[in-house]
């Protein structure tokens, strides 16, 4: 007889309507360099182009990252102890989660990302591969105030936040968000996180100038989102993807620049830019072992493990909520 198996998960979306986007780039593009915060790269096509980066040979955050996983997974699950909650905060594909499932056993897999339908398409994935595994899928900006009620009193949640991520928030904001994550973990709870190291910088340039020019069209896709959800005219042409290591800030920058003169509308309002122009896209901090258990410290944790590759390329730290 087969057995009936329900791939199933519950679903919690967060998420508010287009306005955030609207106001944030409105507002980014008063400022001066102007920006756009990096959480909007992620619509559909963006996410489908982001797990393209991983795969390019240049960027090594990805492939590190999950050799270490793989490695260490049974330290991790000795450490963790089964049947807690693993909740991952822009859990994307959910592909890292299912290189711990097996060595944690959690009660509960959590996963919270901005963009809602690769969200769901990833946790009926999980629910169909994991049937003893409980899901629940929350689609969320991570940055913002997520309520988790359906977590129980007593569970112990273990935050799960691979591959850098940690890296797109300036140093103060990295301790506020990880101080966030605390207050979800509780005491005794628990973050295994993935840090990229401070390296050689033709290393970083190189991850972030792939040669088959995909880290260009995502960050160009941010224009085109624009365009589509927003009613802008940006020339996509009209503008060039920069990616370079800033030594001073420790951190990798991403720009895009206006290659002439031009005047772009958004939804009725104007926009001018010169030749040489910016939009500031992202920043992709990098830390030594060091500096990154300071920023954990003074964000309420205490370190237990850390793990890096032959190369030190990448760190993956555990750690406790003091
Ligand atoms: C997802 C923020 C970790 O900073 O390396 C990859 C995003 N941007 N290539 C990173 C990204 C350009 C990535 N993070």
């Given at each position: 007889m087969v057995k009936a198996v329900t791939a199933d998960y519950r679903y919690y979306n967060e998420l508010p309507e287009r306005g955030d986007f609207y106001r944030e780039v409105i507002a980014g593009f008063s400022q001066h360099p102007r920006r756009i915060p990096?959480?909007?790269f992620y619509d559909e096509e963006g996410s489908r182009l982001f797990e393209s980066i991983c795969?390019?040979?240049?960027?090594?955050?990805?492939?590190?990252?999950i050799a270490l996983l793989e490695r260490y997974a049974g330290e991790v699950g000795a450490l963790v102890g089964s049947g807690c909650y693993?909740?991952?905060?822009?859990?994307?594909?959910c592909e890292k989660a299912r290189l711990l499932l097996d060595a944690l056993r959690p009660a509960a897999y959590v996963p919270m990302d901005i963009s809602c339908e690769h969200l769901r398409a990833a946790a009926a994935g999980i629910a169909a591969d994991y049937p003893w595994l409980d899901v629940h899928a929350v689609c969320a900006?991570?940055?913002?105030?997520?309520?988790?009620?359906?977590?129980?009193?007593q569970a112990k949640p273990v935050m799960f936040y691979p591959g850098s991520s940690i890296g797109n928030f300036d140093p103060d904001d990295a301790v506020e968000f990880l101080a966030c994550l605390a207050q979800i973990a509780g005491p005794g709870g628990g973050l295994l996180i993935g840090v990229d190291l401070k390296k050689d910088h033709a290393i970083l340039h190189d991850a972030y100038n792939d040669a088959s020019g995909v880290t260009a069209a995502f960050n160009l896709n941010l224009l085109q989102r624009v365009n589509r959800e927003l009613q802008a005219d940006f020339n996509i042409d009209a503008f060039e993807h920069f990616a370079a290591y800033n030594s001073v800030a420790g951190r990798v920058e991403m720009h895009l620049i206006s290659t002439r003169k031009q005047t772009v509308n958004i939804d009725g309002h104007r926009f001018a830019f010169n030749?040489?122009?910016?939009?500031?896209?992202?920043?992709?901090?990098?830390?030594t072992q060091d500096e990154f258990c300071v920023l954990a410290q003074q964000a309420g944790f205490a370190s237990c493990a850390v793990w890096t590759?032959?190369?030190?390329?990448?760190?993956?730290?555990?750690?406790r909520v003091r």
């Open positions: 990096p959480k909007y795969e390019q040979p240049e960027y090594y955050p990805t492939r590190t990252e693993l909740v991952e905060p822009g859990s994307g594909s900006d991570i940055t913002r105030e997520v309520s988790l009620s359906f977590i129980p009193e030749a040489g122009d910016s939009i500031h896209t992202e920043n992709s901090y990098k830390y590759d032959a190369d030190r390329l990448f760190s993956l730290h555990f750690l």
